[in-house]
């Protein structure tokens, strides 16, 4: 037997007035696999992650969890489903122990179930010594571990948790990365990030969300060989086509050159090399040196570099 899909987006577009938010977002997540979605801010995860959880319908396209469609079979979806949204709304007066129960309630859990299944997130979420404690008293990574766990109480097969360790400390941020690791295997767990080293850590699979459009989709090990590796660009250079050629491929770092004539001496290249400012310089110094005319030298977007540039939010130490 197959792996059961517990999370499908198809073609998902969210316009909010005449802005595309979001535009033909697809993908899928199997069965107990945790799957990071990067982007950095206003790329659209928020967007993606409210339709996934039924608060609002996508303008077109569909999604289902565990199999039901979030729209016309909105409340199996959402029992289906916990979510973690960016700002958890906690009722801050309240006591957790208190809060938990009341969004069991809401989510028709009642009596001896409720208690049995409160202590167990408590539990899990390592709440012990706060059960009692009143939410307005708690730090930003302990409520984070309180939206946690109302996510979790209704032992929903699918998690969708919007930016679980955005804004709490780097011991806090370890735990919650645990936490949260510790809740896969079983469930299937998409989760927010803008932070690439966090989905090497935690996720199996990396969907690179950027301007509401998917730009890649991979495991994490496979995204980082594409960053760390190659770059490609590209050269106008009036000068000796062949003499050219053979001067950028003695060049340490360049991994291959393809040329064209371009007719009154100058000649376009394009070179595969090492990525790194320090590659560039030496291929513009490498030409000037010889005396021909530099005309160009650009390196040729590359999407995915164009993507992680943006998004090398740097963690705290
Ligand atoms: N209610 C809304 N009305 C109008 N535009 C919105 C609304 N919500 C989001 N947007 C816009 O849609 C785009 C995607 O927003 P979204 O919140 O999904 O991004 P995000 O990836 O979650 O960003 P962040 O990392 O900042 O949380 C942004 O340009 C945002 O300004
Ligand atoms: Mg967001």
Known sequence: MSTPVMIEASHLTKYYGDFPAITDVS??????EILGFLGPNAAGKTTTMRILTGFMPPSSGAASIAGYDVVT?????RRHVGYLPETVPLYTDMMVKD???FMGTIRGMEGKAIQRRISDVIQICRLEEYYKAHIAKLSKGFRQRVGVAQAILHEPEVLVLDEPTVGIDPIQVVETRQLIKSLGGERTIIL????LPEVSMICQRVIIIHEGEIVAMDTPQALAERLQGAE???????G?????VRTLRAIPGVQDVTFTDLGDRRSAYSVISRRGDEMRANLAKAVVEQGWGLLRLETV???L???FLRLTTTEEA
């Open 305 to 307: 570099e164009e993507i």
């Open 232 to 238: 490609r660009i590209q050269l106008e250079v009036a």
């Open 192 to 195: 927010s990030t803008h932070i």
């Open 99 to 101: 809060y938990l129960h």
């Open 240 to 244: 000796p086509m062949g003499q050219v």
């Open 73 to 77: 079979e909105s409340l199996e979806a």
């Open 301 to 303: 977007s590359m999407s």
């Open 27 to 32: 993908f899928s997540a199997q069965k107990g």
